[in-house]
Nanobody, 115 residues
Framework: QVQLVESGGGLVQSGGSLRLSCAAS????????MGWYRQAPGMQRELVAIIFSGGSTNYADFAKGRFSISRDNAKNTVYLQMNSLKPEDTAVYYC?????????WGQGTQVTVSS
């Protein structure tokens, strides 16, 4: 199993930045993929960014050029740096880990971008 704890959400003005953190309960180099997803009210959960164990990354189109996913293996932590935030980025952001074919989720952290 993998426990995930997110932090770093909050209220920010449009154009501002936030960095989300996701601390994992086991060594993240052993996890095949870790990602960030988000869910706005009344919307489906959607992928924001993902980083694979080999280091490659994928981003949703809306995240390209503004968001950056990274990891620190020594701290078992994955980060999501979000810049140039827009009101439409407002959502609960969830950390995900794909481990031995199972998906594990954190509790989510609220990001609110005011206009």
């Amino acid at each position: 199993q993998v426990q995930l704890v997110e932090s770093g959400g909050g209220l920010v003005q449009s154009g501002g930045s936030l960095r989300l953190s996701c601390a994992a309960s086991r060594a993240i180099f052993s996890i095949s993929a870790m990602g960030w997803y988000r869910q706005a009210p009344g919307m489906q959960r959607e992928l924001v960014a993902i980083i694979f164990s080999g280091g490659s990354t994928n981003y949703a189109d809306f995240a390209k050029g503004r968001f950056s996913i990274s990891r620190d293996n020594a701290k078992n932590t994955v980060y999501l740096q979000m810049n140039s935030l827009k009101p439409e980025d407002t959502a609960v952001y969830y950390c995900n880990a794909r481990y031995w074919g199972f998906d594990y989720w954190g509790q989510g952290t609220q990001v609110t971008v005011s206009s």
